[in-house]
């Protein structure tokens, strides 16, 4: 069973601050992740994808992935409230035929 | 990214009905999935629809219960057969843009 462990959060943080997201998965052999962020009632938007360790920068968005202790993060510089919202960790452990497992999710508050 | 648009966006349907969730892509995609999202929970693949193919399904679903129609590259339905009110849930569509997901809007079903 190929599994995707996310903190599950409530996570609350103050306006301005640093949110830091993380997810673990089980199967080694998974090349590719994603950060997809779910506002109540809608549907998951992508916000980042990954494919290599290290780090990936996005505007106020960080990716981090490290392979080796399968675990990937997110981190949300000078969070704004229109940030909260739930980070769901995708991993795809399908290889080539592309399967996603998606984590339970984090739900973060951003507090103004 | 692809626009993925997905109707009906909500239904309420009777028990023992049929309700079939259409998916329309603005490219074509060899591959597109379709889940589900109970409340609160995450997302739960259903089935994997790729054109010219029988949908692969997961664990725990079955064609007769969900029965997917891929009849081109930017098009696919999912139907919800002989509906319980267990079936109420959030339906997604996805479609799978080079090595990415994107989803549809969403389809809320309550059977009563």
């Known amino acids: 069973q190929k599994e995707v462990e996310q903190n599950s959060g409530p996570l609350s943080v103050p306006e301005g601050a640093i949110a830091s997201l993380n997810c673990t998965y089980s199967d080694r052999g998974s090349q590719s992740f994603f950060w997809y962020r779910q506002y109540s009632g809608k549907s998951p938007e992508l916000i980042m994808s990954?494919?290599?360790?290290g780090d990936k920068e996005d505007g106020r968005f960080t990716a981090q992935l490290n392979k080796a202790s399968q675990y990937v993060s997110l981190l949300i510089r000078d969070s704004q409230p229109s940030d909260s919202a739930t980070y769901l960790c995708a991993v795809n452990s399908g290889g080539s035929n592309y399967k996603l497992t998606f984590g339970k999710g984090t739900l973060l508050t951003v507090n103004p | 990214s692809a626009v993925i648009s997905q109707k009906p966006s909500r239904d309420i349907c009777q028990r023992g009905t049929s309700l079939t969730i259409q998916c329309q892509v603005d490219?074509?995609?060899?591959?597109m999935f379709w889940y589900r999202q109970q409340p609160g929970q995450s997302l739960t693949l259903i089935a994997t629809?790729?054109?010219?193919?029988?949908?692969?399904?997961e664990s725990g679903f079955v064609i007769d219960k969900f029965p997917i129609s891929r009849p081109n590259l930017t098009f696919s339905t999912l139907t919800v057969s002989n509906m319980s009110p267990e079936d109420s849930s959030i339906y997604l569509c996805?479609?799978?843009?080079?090595?990415?997901?994107?989803f549809g809007q969403g389809t809320r079903l309550t059977v009563v």
């Open positions: 629809a790729n054109q010219g193919s029988e949908a692969t399904y």
């Open positions: 490219s074509q995609v060899t591959m």
């Open positions: 990954i494919y290599s360790n």
């Open positions: 996805s479609a799978k843009i080079s090595l990415e997901a994107f």
